[in-house]
């Protein structure tokens, strides 16, 4: 079982940079593929990339959550959302998304569906062109 990026990444890049395996990727061009994504084919399950990830938003693919439900002030990236963000990487480089919104204290979430888009990424994206 693989581990999956949810709409919680704000392209923080640490889970990069721990991965042993180096599956994780950032989705290019980020309008279309905004998240970093991480080859099923070639994860090893090992989880290193989970407490890596300031934003809590890596689960195996099996616990990925259909209703998520915010704490509050939390992010979501998400291809057709048309807020704004505008952050830092782990490295201290800008992140700006247009592709976000910010949640409220109590807001639900379906972060399942960010399963298929990985998946997608992969087989039918530019994700498919990494391998």
Known sequence: MT????SLCLR????VEVCPVECIIPGK?????PLFYIDPDTCID??????????????????????????????VNRVG??????????HGNAVV???AKQLASGDTFDLSV???ANADFFQKGPGYNAK
């Open 97 to 99: 998304l247009e592709t």
């Open 3 to 6: 581990h999956v990026i949810t």
């Open 114 to 116: 960010d399963a298929q």
């Open 12 to 15: 923080d890049s640490g889970c």
């Open 29 to 33: 061009p980020q309008e279309q593929w």
């Open 46 to 75: 090992c989880g290193a990339c989970v407490p890596e990830c300031p934003y809590a938003a890596i689960f195996p693919e099996d616990e990925v959550p259909s209703t998520y439900t915010a704490k509050g002030g939390e992010f």
């Open 81 to 90: 959302l048309t807020g704004h963000y505008t952050g830092t990487d782990h």
